[in-house]
Structures are given as structure tokens and as C-alpha cells.
């Protein structure tokens, strides 16, 4: 069965440090990769998106980078952190655009 | 940009009302999907739907999708208190889905 593991769990990060959030998926290849964003009780913001190893879309200008160096690794970054990078990132899977979304369990990233 | 409003934002009823939460846009969306979300958690998929005028029931829950794959509904029957969470709507494009802006819901036993 697929599987989607997301950590850390909580992080609460300084202004200015650095940000490194691993996504990994089981029992799928090839998947579409997703980073988003959310806002307490809102919808979910696209940041990035990938569709295979090394590609790499970008949604939204911002303080936040991807990568993805394996199939089914992807990997949310930053070089020095912003108040405003404060929020639940949640890291999502997909085999095409009929099949819907599976989740991970998010992180809930605080900028002090 | 395509955009998907849910309405209503919030809704609060008590326990055995009916109730619809609505997905509206002003673009065609090749298959449309709903989402339950719980505090702390990830999204979990409901259901989708892919043709216009499709309807899919799950139990208490009835999904609808617009003639024109621009529009959508969910009606709860009876809700209960496990009902209680974030509703969410998303349109399928190409190789993302666009989401929408949420309808809040508690059920008070």
C-alpha cells in the first residue's frame, strides 16, 4: 500500500535560520509531488510542484525553495527564514489529476 | 488564476441537521474533488467527481458536480459530531488541482 511519511511533526524556527522539510512516499513510482502551504482553517496555498526527479515548478515567488533528488523524495527549504514563512506545510502525492490527493500529516512550522 | 469559493465560510448546527456546503468558479475543472480535514491533520481525500451532473453518494454524504464542471455541492444528512471539520473542494487541472477556501463545519451533539 502507498504511504506518505512527513517530518518533522512541529518546528519552531528562529528568524533567520535555515528550514529543511522531508517528504517521502512508499509503494508508488514516479508520483507528482506536492508542497503547500496552509493557513489556519483556510485552503491550501500551492508553493511547489514536481512531476519527476530534478523538476521542479514553483507557484509563488517567496523565501522557499524545492528539490527532489529522489523519485519519491521531496524536499521544502530555506536559506534564512521570515516571520511570514510561519504556517502548516502539508506535503501531498498523486498519480494524475483524476486520482486526487494523499496527504501527509503536515508540519506545523512557527517563526520566532 | 483559477479560483474556487466555497460558501458558507463557517457553519455550526446541531447534531441530526441537514446541511450543503457549496464550490463555485468561474472556471471548467476536468474533475473535481472534496477533502475532510481535522485540526493538526492532512486533508483526506472524499471522493471525486469527473462528469458534469455526476452524483456520487458516500453513506450520509451526497456529492454533486455542476452540468457545466464549473460548480459543485455537498449535502450532509443527519450530520453527527464526527462530521465536525474543514471541508474542502479542488478542481483538477493538467498536473495540480486548485483548492478551495474552505467551509468550516461543527456539529454540536
Known amino acids: 500500500s502507498q504511504t506518505i511519511h512527513q517530518w518533522p511533526a512541529t518546528l519552531v524556527q528562529p528568524v533567520g535560520s535555515p528550514l529543511s522539510l522531508e517528504c517521502t512516499v512508499e509503494g508508488t513510482s514516479n508520483p507528482n509531488l506536492y508542497w503547500y502551504r496552509q493557513a489556519a482553517g483556510r485552503g491550501l496555498q500551492l508553493l511547489f510542484y514536481?512531476?519527476?526527479?530534478?523538476?521542479i515548478s514553483s507557484e509563488v515567488p517567496q523565501n522557499l525553495s524545492a528539490s527532489r533528488p529522489q523519485d519519491r523524495q521531496f524536499i521544502l527549504s530555506s536559506k534564512k527564514l521570515l516571520l511570514s514563512d510561519s504556517g502548516f506545510y502539508l506535503c501531498?502525492?498523486?498519480?494524475?489529476?483524476?486520482?486526487?490527493?494523499?496527504f501527509g500529516s503536515g508540519t506545523r512550522l512557527t517563526v520566532v | 488564476t483559477q479560483l474556487l469559493e466555497q460558501s458558507p465560510q463557517f457553519l455550526s448546527i446541531q447534531e441530526g441537521e441537514n446541511l450543503t456546503v457549496y464550490c463555485n468558479s468561474s472556471s471548467v475543472f476536468s474533475s473535481l474533488q472534496w477533502y475532510r480535514q481535522e485540526p493538526g491533520e492532512g486533508p483526506v481525500l472524499l471522493v471525486t467527481?469527473?462528469?458534469?451532473?455526476e452524483v456520487k453518494k458516500l453513506k450520509r454524504l451526497t456529492f454533486q458536480f455542476g452540468d457545466a464542471r464549473k460548480d459543485s455541492s455537498l449535502h450532509i444528512t443527519a450530520a453527527q459530531p464526527g462530521d465536525t471539520g474543514l471541508y474542502l473542494c479542488a478542481g483538477g487541472g493538467y498536473q495540480k488541482v486548485t483548492f478551495g477556501t474552505g467551509t468550516k463545519l461543527q456539529v454540536i451533539p
Open positions: 501531498a502525492w498523486s498519480v494524475g489529476r483524476y486520482y486526487g490527493y494523499t
Open positions: 467527481v469527473v462528469t458534469g451532473g
Open positions: 514536481s512531476v519527476g526527479i530534478g523538476q
